[in-house]
């Protein structure tokens, strides 16, 4: 065995699965739902505390820590090259209202327990290994924008328009960054879009095909393209008792006009599109009154990007179709194309996969990630790991640490592999 292949090997076999898991219920703890999950906004109380427990378990390993103008957070173990890119691996700790345990943590939890097996491994790299928590990747969740701090980081969106963007109560970014700086003292900071060598991110599934054919690690081959619009219904608040039915402007009705007509530009016999209505907010939600506004939002998903653009630019055109008197505004937010991963990641994936005795398939991600950014200034790939039945963005999300662990060891292996590179 090579000294290459000998410090590999010696990595992986120090990652400690029994603290990774430790780590994740500790984790769990911090916005915890009654019915087992997780409710940790992004830039709220439980995702600063999340982050300060982060930059307390890295220093105490002698790791240093930094966050950049939009709040990413970056965990720095030094190589022996101080002035080389490093390579980095991550995720999020922001989650859905009704979160689990393990979207996005696990990618966080990884990379650090990564470093920390490198570490206890004795093992010195030429490159840095950074560990980064993005900013606000779970997109209408309390922020509208989803992967934004990779999306800033990489370029793809401006720093000002994502500080300017608010939650529901109003609040800003800007301000929200106030307290998750506050609740990190004496964090260093950095500048925006530094070079990075290589990103390698570590996720569940969130889907059943590792489940199913009963594999441990999926080497991700890329990630389906996505348009995300709001839609918003203007009609005319009326009396429910007295306005006659042929005069009203009900936004309400307009919307599910335009939302049963949508259904049919977006059926697919193949199942490969996804199509979602996942917000529908009616005002002014009073019984006795006739909805004088409504507002939808669509989450459109295909891995083909003249699919995306055939199906997506009939959105506004059919919603104008179906107004039933009232007003309509179309409002496409977010755009993402599809990515396809190739070359020194995903190979150095499979192959450590193979050395460590797992079983292993390429698989095609359904879900967005914060890895779409990075793949444009970077060689990127992911790891996938199965997760129970493959549920996710719902409070029973579920994974074994046994496979939490051997998602991270392949990690352990390429951080190391690359870092050497």
Same mark, same amino acid.
């Given at each position: 065995?090579?000294?290459?292949?000998?410090?590999?090997?010696?990595?992986?076999?120090?990652?400690?699965?029994?603290?990774?898991?430790?780590?994740?219920?500790?984790?769990?703890?911090?916005?915890?739902?009654?019915?087992?999950?997780?409710?940790?906004?992004?830039?709220?109380?439980n995702d600063n505390k999340a982050r300060a427990l982060l930059v307390e378990w890295a220093r105490a390993r002698g790791f240093s820590a930094a966050l950049d103008p939009i709040g990413n957070l970056?965990?720095?173990?030094?190589?022996?090259?101080?002035?080389?890119?490093?390579?980095?691996?991550?995720?999020?700790?922001?989650?859905?209202?009704?979160?689990?345990?393990?979207?996005?943590?696990?990618?966080?939890?990884?990379?650090?327990?990564?470093?920390?097996?490198?570490?206890?491994?004795?093992?010195?790299?030429?490159?840095?290994?950074?560990?980064?928590?993005?900013?606000?990747?779970?997109?209408?969740?309390?922020?509208?924008?989803?992967?934004?701090?990779?999306?800033?980081?990489?370029?793809?969106?401006?720093?000002?328009?994502?500080?300017?963007?608010?939650?529901?109560?109003?609040?800003?970014?800007?301000?929200?960054?106030?307290?998750?700086?506050?609740?990190?003292?004496?964090?260093?900071?950095?500048?925006?879009?530094?070079?990075?060598?290589?990103?390698?991110?570590?996720?569940?599934?969130?889907?059943?095909?590792?489940?199913?054919?009963?594999?441990?690690?999926?080497?991700?081959?890329?990630?389906?393209?996505?348009?995300?619009?709001?839609?918003?219904?203007?009609?005319?608040?009326?009396?429910?008792?007295?306005?006659?039915?042929?005069?009203?402007?009900?936004?309400?009705?307009?919307?599910?006009?335009?939302?049963?007509?949508?259904? =049919?530009?977006?059926? %697919?016999? &193949?199942?490969?599109? #996804?199509?979602?209505?996942?917000? !529908? +907010?009616?005002?002014?939600? $009073?019984?006795?009154?006739?909805?004088?506004?409504?507002?939808?939002?669509?989450?459109?998903?295909?891995?083909?990007?003249?699919?995306?653009?055939?199906?997506?630019?009939?959105?506004?055109?059919?919603?104008?179709?179906?107004?039933?008197?009232?007003?309509?505004?179309?409002?496409?937010?977010?755009?993402?194309?599809?990515?396809?991963?190739?070359?020194?990641?995903?190979?150095?994936?499979?192959?450590?996969?193979?050395?460590?005795?797992?079983?292993?398939?390429?698989?095609?991600?359904?879900?967005?990630?914060?890895?779409?950014?990075?793949?444009?200034?970077?060689?990127?790939?992911?790891?996938?790991?199965?997760?129970?039945?493959?549920?996710?963005?719902?409070?029973?999300?579920? =994974?074994?640490?046994? %496979?939490? &662990?051997?998602?991270? #060891?392949?990690?352990?292996?390429? !951080? +190391?592999?690359?870092?050497? $590179?």
């Amino acid at each position: 065995m090579n000294d290459l292949a000998s410090m590999k090997s010696k990595a992986s076999a120090r990652v400690d699965e029994a603290r990774l898991w430790r780590r994740h219920m500790e984790m769990a703890k911090l916005g915890a739902t009654p019915k087992g999950g997780v409710r940790r906004m992004a830039l709220d109380a439980n995702d600063n505390k999340a982050r300060a427990l982060l930059v307390e378990w890295a220093r105490a390993r002698g790791f240093s820590a930094a966050l950049d103008p939009i709040g990413n957070l970056f965990i720095r173990r030094a190589g022996t090259d101080s002035a080389a890119a490093p390579v980095m691996s991550g995720s999020h700790t922001d989650t859905q209202p009704s979160g689990g345990k393990f979207d996005g943590i696990y990618g966080v939890l990884a990379a650090l327990e990564a470093m920390e097996a490198i570490e206890d491994a004795g093992i010195a790299t030429r490159r840095p290994i950074e560990a980064a928590v993005w900013t606000c990747e779970e997109g209408g969740a309390r922020f509208p924008t989803g992967t934004m701090g990779s999306s800033v980081f990489t370029g793809a969106r401006k720093l000002d328009d994502m500080l300017a963007d608010r939650d529901d109560a109003g609040a800003t970014v800007a301000t929200a960054l106030e307290d998750t700086r506050a609740a990190l003292p004496g964090i260093a900071m950095r500048p925006m879009g530094f070079p990075v060598a290589a990103f390698i991110e570590t996720h569940i599934e969130q889907g059943p095909i590792l489940e199913r054919e009963g594999k441990t690690i999926g080497v991700v081959t890329g990630i389906q393209g996505a348009r995300r619009f709001r839609i918003e219904v203007e009609g005319e608040d009326a009396h429910a008792g007295t306005m006659p039915m042929k005069l009203r402007r009900d936004a309400l009705k307009a919307a599910v006009s335009m939302i049963h007509a949508l259904e =049919a530009v977006f059926d %697919d016999p &193949a199942d490969v599109v #996804r199509f979602t209505i996942g917000r !529908l +907010v009616v005002k002014p939600d $009073a019984t006795a009154v006739v909805p004088g506004h409504a507002m939808f939002t669509i989450d459109f998903r295909h891995p083909d990007p003249a699919v995306l653009k055939h199906r997506g630019d009939q959105v506004a055109g059919v919603c104008a179709a179906h107004t039933r008197g009232c007003k309509v505004t179309v409002n496409e937010y977010s755009k993402t194309k599809p990515i396809l991963f190739s070359g020194a990641v995903p190979e150095a994936i499979e192959r450590a996969a193979g050395r460590l005795g797992l079983s292993h398939m390429p698989i095609h991600s359904g879900a967005g990630h914060d890895a779409m950014h990075l793949f444009e200034v970077a060689p990127t790939g992911m790891i996938f790991v199965p997760c129970w039945r493959g549920i996710s963005h719902n409070e029973t999300e579920d =994974a074994k640490s046994s %496979d939490l &662990a051997a998602g991270t #060891r392949v990690l352990a292996e390429v !951080l +190391v592999d690359l870092a050497n $590179a």
